[in-house]
């Protein structure tokens, strides 16, 4: 080894940090950059612009839809509940990371399900689960079918439309995991409520 | 959504097991060929290090060491220098306790977490610092159980070839073309690539919302392909810009399994004994399958009160994964020491959370981080020999190389250390009074055993240099931030510096013949034994904490 003539192991070690900062630190990121206009709406981060150009949000990143007191608004779909900040707040992701047996998650638990029934006017036991449970992210854009078909009657009363264009509406935002539709499927509240404002916004013309 | 997942666990085995040959012998030959690339021959000349010349174990050690402190020193300025670095986001320096964790974290392949890098790091950070070391702590982990097989596999030769050369090969040859093409896949599944700070917008509902923006893809392809683990955001893969959908999240997980499972592969090449490389991986494979099935009947299962009230243990968990695209990230990011989490473990049913924390507690082999899963496993399968030699009153020897009393010596030395860092560390933390009152204080969010099992768990994942977390845990205090930095390091270079004298002992020796009294390792019956032991040693090592943490939650 010719280590020993220039500072030894920390020395070539140092060298060793130097190139591959160089190459994996700068060269690999931004070479994947370039790649990225591959895909430039992906890279972007899936971004959904309204009827009239303006970015409202995105697709993978779930949205509040209350209002500046934090009630919900009717003729929104819900989503499901978030630990991120305030709630659906982008900038601190995370769970409430509260355990299965914590009596503040217990409590919590009750009085959501409590809250969401009274609001879509079903019985508590019609109230599925992620209606009343929060996301490891606190951005999860999906509810299940279930938890849409019990708001559909509400919206569809909010909106002055039909229970069937809402349900149609449902089906059109629901998440293809698979080339068929699946049993169980998901559904994106974001893409959801864009379109219900964008067939209000059109009735209305 | 369970057809989904049948078909995509099928479609996982069917990769993992296509991969298999010819990832594994790819790596091999990587590993003993002559020839160097154009760009490897730059690098040697500008490190000035002649890649033909062999080092010794001392030697090897010294090597691995001065790159890793040298990586955790830089990384350590580039966080306190934030402020004055491009990109940085109007990021300022990261305090000095916090920095040292973050740095000994990832130097460690660790990655343990106890910052919410949305609040807190620059892209800057991300790319020049823990980008960089998601690298090269990966191919510092897959160089030293390249030269713990070549111990194996030499003969009366007592060197175990060079860092540098090791090194350099796992970066240009195996991580970075492979996280290339991890990074485009990422990115057409929707994972992001900018370097946008965030964008405001107004939300339907006419509120506001910022969007991260960030150089995610190429950041989210290496965490998993070298077993780091380190999120991109603070909810790391539940985090849809990270991992957007199912598919993407069945990909991550075959990201995180692919070079550990091709490993045993490697192993069979280099002693020219393909069904040694069987076994090993029969073990990590079995290990990996009945974890991944108890955690997901636990899940599935659903105990614990407020999991019950709630119908379904979707608390921390993402709809697009479901319970069973959870459990199986979960198990496979806990046995690889990847540590990346999907869910918010801390969430789980009591049994789901110990589930993992078993796994991490074997001391990731199964399959274990890249290389650090293989050096373990082998280390266990020579204290199985001896073992067995016991029993049948022979001298344990295991591929021909004699099992004395210097080698059950590093052995028993390896296996002891994690189990002593993890005990300790949590003692400690309740033992010493200013170190309980922070904990208690500060630290823990969730009252009784399970806040135990938030500290336990910390101090397992820290030691096994895994790096997820029950994440209610608020580790960003003087004596977690120390505590856990120290166990990372102490718990990553003392095995390894171990796994390299062993290396070096095994290397000069000669090659026994194998006998009809020789212990064939081969058999399902060997195979049996080594799970055994792996099972037995970390079960009483463990039980009497577990018993006071999660067993005690689910005892409830």
Partial sequence: ?205 | MNTLFVIQFILLIAALGACYKPLGDYMGRTFATERDIAPERWLYRWLRVDPRSAQTWQSYARSVLAFSVVGLVLLYLIQRLQAFLPFAGGHKGVEPFLAFNTAASFATNTNWQNYSPEQTLGHSVQMFGLTVQNFVSGATGLAVAIALVRGFAYVKRGTIGNFWVDATRAIFRILLPLAVVSALVLLAGGVIQNLVGHTDVTTIAGGTQSIPGGPVASQEAIKLLGTNGGGFFNANSAHPFENPNAWTNIFEVFLMLLIPFSLPRTFGWMVGNHKQGYTILGVMGTLFAGSLALMSWFEMRGAGAATQLAGTALEGKELAFGVLGSTLFGTASTSTSTGAVNMMHDSMTPQGGLMAMINMMLGEISPGGVGTGLYGLLILAVITVFIAGLLVGRTPEYLGKKIGPLQMKLASLYVLVTPTLVLAGTALSFALPWARESVTGTSILNTGPHGLSEVLYAFTSAANNNGSAFAGLTGNTPWLNASLGVVMILGRFIPIVLALALAGSLSAQTRVPSTSGTLPTTSPLYAGMLMSVAILVSALTYFPALTLGPLAEGMH
């Fill in chain 1, 1 to 205: 080894m010719l280590q020993s003539k220039s500072f030894g192991y920390l020395g070539v070690a140092l060298r060793a940090m130097i190139a591959f900062t160089v190459l994996l630190g700068v060269a690999y990121p931004f070479a994947i950059m370039g790649a990225a206009r591959i895909f430039p709406d992906q890279a972007t981060g899936s971004l959904v612009t309204d009827s009239e150009g303006d970015v409202r949000g995105s697709t993978l990143i779930g949205q509040s839809f209350s209002d500046a007191q934090g009630k919900p608004i009717a003729k929104y779909f819900q989503p499901r509940p978030s630990a991120a900040g305030n709630g659906y707040d982008a900038m601190s992701s995370g769970g409430s990371n509260l355990g299965p047996n914590s009596p503040v998650l217990l409590k919590q638990i009750a009085q959501r399900r409590a809250e969401v029934a009274t609001f879509n006017t079903v019985p508590e036991s019609r109230v599925p689960a992620d209606a009343v449970t929060a996301s490891g992210s606190g951005l999860d854009p999906l509810i299940s079918s279930q938890y849409a078909s019990i708001q559909v009657e509400r919206v569809a009363k909010a909106r002055g439309l039909t229970t069937a264009e809402i349900e149609a509406e449902v089906l059109k935002a629901e998440v293809d995991a698979m080339p068929w539709r699946s049993e169980e499927p998901l559904v994106n509240v974001v893409l959801l409520n864009l379109h219900l404002d964008e067939l209000n916004a059109a009735s209305a013309n």
